[in-house]
């Protein structure tokens, strides 16, 4: 069965600092592995994607994860927070062949000016 | 390009009452997923749709059913509402019937009184 924990419920930053939100995975198979991010009463969109190339993976707006495999984790990270980042983070898993996303609980951002 | 539509935004039903939730695709997409969002919760995956046949289903009573049209748009129905069924109902598309590359809506926000 496939499965994520997302470490931190909520992550508080200031501006320009980094930011760390730690997920660890559960699979049976290879999984595929996503980043989404939520803001307030809008729908999800898709950071970044793994699926069994490079480990290291680069997403939109600065953000980029690494999968290790040893460590069955894909934390997600930036060099520099900006106010526009604040918002609720999901680690996300697939195993090949499955149809559903299986989310975690969610990370939220908060970025302090 | 337009992406996910899903209609209505809002929603207000009273306990005992049937809801159809509707979901248009990107344009080519031809399978469809809906999740539901509890409040502060990560969604949770109701169904998956893909050239018009169930390929999955999670575990959500027989009240929730759905099914997909010709032009791949698709509808999500619930029965006997109850209060726990409030929640936002997330629309996914995708190209193919994997999880791989999941476009979201901005989702239907359901409040049962």
């Known amino acids: 069965a496939q499965s994520v924990t997302q470490l931190d419920s909520h992550v508080s930053v200031s501006e320009g600092t980094p930011v760390l939100l730690r997920c660890n995975y559960s699979s049976s198979y290879s999984p595929s592995l996503f980043w989404y991010v939520q803001h307030p009463n809008k729908g999800l969109q898709l950071l970044l994607k793994y699926t069994s190339a490079a480990t290291l993976v680069k997403g939109i707006n600065g953000f980029e994860a690494e999968f290790k495999k040893s460590e069955t984790s894909f934390h997600l990270t930036k060099p520099s927070a900006h106010m526009s980042d604040a918002a609720e983070y999901f680690c996300?898993?697939?195993?090949?062949?499955?149809?559903?996303?299986?989310f975690g609980s969610g990370t939220r951002l908060q970025v302090q000016p | 390009d337009a992406g996910v539509t899903q209609s209505p935004t809002h929603l207000i039903k009273t306990r005992g009452q049937q809801v159809t939730l509707r979901c248009s695709p990107i344009?080519?997409?031809?399978?469809v997923s809906w999740y539901q969002q509890v409040l502060g919760q990560g969604p949770q995956f109701i169904f998956q749709?893909?050239?018009?046949?169930?390929?999955g289903r999670g575990n959500f009573p027989d009240r929730f059913s759905a099914r997909q049209f010709p032009n791949y748009s698709s509808e999500l129905n619930v029965n006997a509402l109850l209060l726990g069924d409030s929640a936002l109902y997330l629309c996914a598309s995708s190209f193919q019937g994997s999880s791989y590359e999941q476009y979201f809506g901005p989702g239907t926000r359901l409040t049962v009184t």
């Open positions: 344009s080519g997409h031809k399978s």
């Open positions: 749709y893909y050239e018009k046949e169930e390929r």
């Open positions: 996300v898993v697939s195993e090949a062949g499955r149809r559903a996303l299986t």
